[in-house]
């Protein structure tokens, strides 16, 4: 018997899913797979409880049959262990083909668009998870093509999972999914990942549209993270628990009497409007997810109020709402430290850092990848994946690499450090060394040093968070395009080959690999900023970040810096002009004269926002 978390061990939670949903036609945990003594699985179930109950069978009895039959039946067994084995093997190969094009993007948000919700916002029906990499996707095409239905659909969806039950109305952060169609009531775990993909999303919509709502959700996220999720050393816890006091969601529901108890009389009758509290409720027991039914405007003129009195009154409340919430029994916090979750908190920071000018988010993105890099690693440099209470354990996956990978790529460009590119492609080294495929293409989710299962299995669907293999692509690529490294990009265009096929059968499964094919496809840039020192770059860099430019790679290079022309030798004759830094804007590596002002680069990099 073994007990494997799935976190902590995703190689062998998906394998032997995948046995228990062609065994059974379905899944789900606690898992229970029963195996030959050469691990060829012969029964696969779900739950079984221990002793029989309401018309299931035992795991007890059950295995006293098992081991009848392995008395009595044993070729028989072995048999069904091998045939289930071999059809595993089947069910993981990858089928090639051409890598996917503009068309094969516009399908993908042709059905993204069919599932749209009109009422409530959001793609898809009940339970509604928030799936940040769809939303990351369309806001590429948007800047791609200027979709105003599609730009609509995600005021509307984005706006509406901000106003949910969804979110914590108090302290901040989404929940992990709506139960309902409304993004009323949430499943109130609160994960990291979810996190860091929804800021990302929103720092994104901030850029395309220069919105400043959008902004200022991605920083509550992060005043959440930072405050919440965040280690003495600077890491990112993984999860908080749904439950306390025995019941989910206990910590964040409100009785409208606590209200009163909380704040004076005119202030709580303001909140309890403001958020939707009432004295039948919304949730169990008469209680009452906050939530927002509207825009602070709308309600400040529905109230008669000005708007700055009705905010300052309601941040007031929420202050003493939270201060008087956190001395309920807080729900169990998971205190370890993964690898890959981290890399994705650590790119969204960084992205975050470069689009709202804000050094707090480069610090924070710093001191955890510092962390990791030092922390998280052997002796001879193999990567870990989790560490917890001082200690570093299991070798890493091939998504653990490439969240790390990724979120180095973001913390360079918004540090400019060049050992954080040196590291990134280090790192790329090692995953291309372990995991890749030399046979099929791709990368397997375990490296060849790691110990053996059944198959080496492929993650390519882009789920609750984006498969190594689609956020490896998006790295290959851009590291390629940062170095002029053309060898790189060659293997992009192998990993992408390798499950075009996937792509083309369900787009809307593989949106985060929607982010390479949209930096293939093209058309791209390649920005160099070439000065005397990093400081003499601040007005030429401000004029790139500003701008959704999701499609270029970013370099500097500087006097008092030569280690990025080694990593990206083609840049090594690009300098300032006339002792004025200067950016040089090339396409293909086709480079336009430089430009020494922001003006002039504004007008290169064309227009800044799409229309709200």
């Not at 309401?54 to 049959?65: A, T």
Request: with cysteine; proline share 4%.
């Amino acid at each position: 018997a073994v007990k494997v978390d799935r976190e902590e061990r995703p190689d062998i939670d998906d394998v032997y899913m995948s046995v228990c949903q062609m065994m059974t036609g379905q899944g789900g945990w606690p898992l229970t797979i029963i195996m030959t003594p050469d691990a060829k699985p012969f029964f696969a179930g779900t739950y079984i409880p221990k002793t029989p109950r309401f018309g299931r069978q035992g795991l007890i009895d059950l295995l006293g049959i098992v081991r009848d039959k392995w008395a009595t039946d044993r070729r028989n067994i072995a048999s069904i262990g091998v045939q289930v084995t071999d059809a595993l093997g089947r069910l993981n190969a990858q089928r090639a083909g051409a890598v996917p094009a503009e068309a094969e993007l516009r399908q993908a948000i042709d059905q993204l668009k069919a599932q749209y919700d009109r009422t409530d916002g959001g793609f898809g029906g009940a339970p509604k998870f928030p799936m940040p990499h769809r939303l990351t996707a369309a806001i590429r095409w948007v800047s791609r093509t200027g979709d105003d239905q599609l730009l609509g659909q995600l005021h509307h969806t984005l706006r509406a999972m901000r106003w949910g039950g969804m979110y914590d109305q108090l302290g901040y952060g989404f929940h992990r999914y709506s139960t309902d169609v409304h993004w009323l009531v949430p499943h109130f775990e609160k994960m990291l990942y979810d996190n860091a993909g929804l800021a990302i999303a929103y720092t994104e919509m901030y850029q395309l549209t220069g919105e400043p709502v959008w902004r200022q959700v991605a920083e509550e996220i992060f005043t959440y993270v930072l405050r919440d999720m965040t280690s003495p050393d600077g890491v990112f816890y993984s999860a908080e628990d749904a439950d306390s006091e025995g019941e989910e969601g206990t910590f964040y529901v409100w009785r409208t009497d606590e209200f009163g108890e909380v704040l004076d009389d005119d202030p709580a009758d303001l909140a309890r409007r403001f958020w939707g509290v009432t004295e039948q409720g919304n949730f169990e027991g008469g209680r009452s997810i906050l939530f927002q039914s509207r825009s602070l405007g709308a309600f400040a003129q529905s109230e008669g109020r000005p708007v700055d009195d009705v905010r300052a009154a309601l941040d007031e409340a929420r202050a003493r709402l939270l201060a008087h919430r956190a001395q309920r029994e807080h729900p169990l916090k998971d205190d370890k430290v993964l690898t890959s979750w981290n890399g994705y908190m650590i790119a969204a920071l960084a992205k975050a850092a470069q689009a709202f000018n804000e050094p707090r988010y480069a610090d924070a993105a710093i001191k955890a990848a510092d962390f990791i890099l030092a922390k998280l690693r052997r002796s001879d440099g193999r990567l870990l994946r989790r560490y917890r209470d001082g200690e570093a354990k299991i070798p890493a996956f091939s998504d653990d690499y490439a969240y790390l990978i990724w979120g180095l790529i973001e913390l360079y460009e918004a540090t400019f450090e060049a050992r954080y590119l040196e590291e990134a492609l280090a790192l790329n080294q090692d995953l291309l060394r372990l995991f890749w495929d030399n046979d099929g293409g791709g990368f397997f989710f375990a490296g060849n040093d790691s110990e053996e299962l059944l198959v080496r299995s492929k993650d390519y669907a882009d789920g609750a968070l984006p498969s190594g293999n689609s956020v490896a692509a998006l790295n290959l690529i851009r590291l390629g395009r940062m170095t002029g490294n053309t060898a790189l990009e060659e293997r992009a265009q192998a990993l992408l080959r390798s499950f075009a096929a996937r792509f083309r059968e369900s787009p809307v499964f593989h949106m985060q690999a929607w982010w390479a094919i949209d930096l293939a496809v093209g058309p791209s840039q390649e920005i160099v900023i070439a000065a005397d020192t990093r400081d003499g770059t601040v007005d030429l860099v401000q004029a790139v970040r500003e701008r959704y430019l999701p499609r270029k790679v970013l370099l500097a290079v500087t006097g008092d810096d030569g280690q990025v022309v080694q990593l990206a030798p083609f840049a090594q004759q690009m300098g300032p002009v006339d002792g004025k830094a200067a950016a040089y804007l090339c396409r293909n590596y086709q480079c336009d004269l430089p430009v020494t002002s922001a003006v002039a680069l504004d007008a290169l990099l064309g227009a800044r926002r799409v229309a709200p």
